[in-house]
């Protein structure tokens, strides 16, 4: 059951190219924006898409899978681990931020569907 503990699965759309940054000491992360839809039907029958967002964090090797398989609207499918930071901005207001560490990544083949 250990596993399970904050354990973290989504399939989604890419929003953008992951955004690879790489570091003085040859470290690297990769920043990727998933987007997940979940579909209903109101009370007057109208089809309604919600659409969350999801950043997620990959490093080393992962991180350059990405960069290298990952393009905007292709659907991928990570694991991962919910973390959350803070931090002080510039104007002194403290920043928390909420992202996946992906511990596994694939892309799944398909293109985001147009409307």
Known sequence: MNNLRNSVRLI????????????EKGGKVARINIATNESYTNQKGEKVVDT????????????????KYFTKGS???????LTQRQYTDKE??????????????MVCGKKAPTE
Request: proline fraction near 2%.
């Open 12 to 23: 989604g759309y890419l929003g953008s190219n992951p955004e690879l940054k790489e570091f």
């Open 52 to 67: 969350t967002w999801h950043t997620c964090v990959a490093w080393g090797k992962s991180a350059d899978y990405a960069a």
């Open 75 to 81: 659907e991928v499918a990570i694991e991962g681990r």
């Open 92 to 105: 002194g207001a403290k920043k928390y931020i909420t992202e996946i560490v992906v511990n596994e990544m």
